[in-house]
């Protein structure tokens, strides 16, 4: 079966930055993307980007334009999702989910599968 | 940016009644639109994309609807798995990709 296994919860001060990883299984890793949505406490679904896991294109989302990175190794079937000068508002649950895709071989916007969510706080 | 509005915020029902909640976008997504239903601690799950097609193990009970910008999500008779809160999803206009604020429906 598909899963999506992220990686735990993390702790930074302000400024730094974090690396949250996404390990998938059950499907082939390169056929699809992962996208990265966020969950502030108590708060609704943020979209954050995604990447293509066949050639690594992405997109992210304007809001975190300069300070997300999100990367792809296809040898351990990972994603990764960075984010850099934190502030205290990106405290959140961060989930990746794999994006469903057409018949032509398209991502389509539709997120089948999701990790279980890696909850990074901010504080100093 | 395609902006979705979820109504009501709230909805509180009781179990075996009709629970019936819409999304509107800002301009038309055609039927490309998802809804996922999340309970507390949990991630999101895929319940209905391109409007109205149910995804795997979904049961019959929940059944989407709509198209172009006035979508509904209709859950016939509510079981006790069933209140949480749901989000609609567009993914006709992307990027970038937008969620409603969330529909939570609660046990009255």
């Known amino acids: ?124 | 940016e395609v902006v979705l509005t979820q109504s009501p915020a709230t909805l509180s029902l009781s179990p075996g009644e009709r629970a019936t909640l819409s999304c509107r976008a800002s301009q038309s997504v055609s039927t490309s639109l998802a809804w996922y239903q999340q309970k507390p601690g949990q991630a999101p799950r895929l319940l209905i994309y391109d409007a109205s097609t149910r995804a795997p193990g979904i049961p019959a009970r929940i059944s989407g609807s709509g198209s172009g910008i006035d979508f509904t999500l209709t859950i016939s008779s509510l079981e006790p798995e069933d209140f949480a809160v749901y989000y609609c999803q567009q993914g006709g206009y992307w990027p970038p990709i937008t969620f409603g604020g969330g529909t939570k429906v609660e046990i009255k």
């Not at chain 1, 406490?41 to 690594?56: F, T």
């Not at chain 1, 794999?98 to 089948?112: D, S, T």
């Open chain 1, 1 to 124: 079966q598909v899963l999506l296994v992220q990686s735990g919860p993390e702790v930074k001060r302000p400024g730094a930055s974090v690396k949250v990883s996404c390990k998938a299984s059950g499907y082939t890793f390169t056929s699809n993307g992962i996208t990265w949505v966020r969950q502030a406490p108590g708060q609704g679904l943020e979209w954050m980007g995604w990447i293509s896991a066949y050639n690594s294109r992405t997109h992210y989302a304007q809001n975190f334009q300069g300070r997300v990175t999100m990367t792809t190794d296809t040898s351990t079937s990972t994603a990764y999702m960075e984010l850099s000068n934190l502030r205290s508002d990106d405290t959140a649950v961060y989930y990746c989910a794999r994006m469903r895709v057409n018949e032509f071989g398209e991502l389509l916007a539709v997120f089948e599968y999701w990790g279980q969510g890696s909850l990074v706080t901010v504080s100093s």
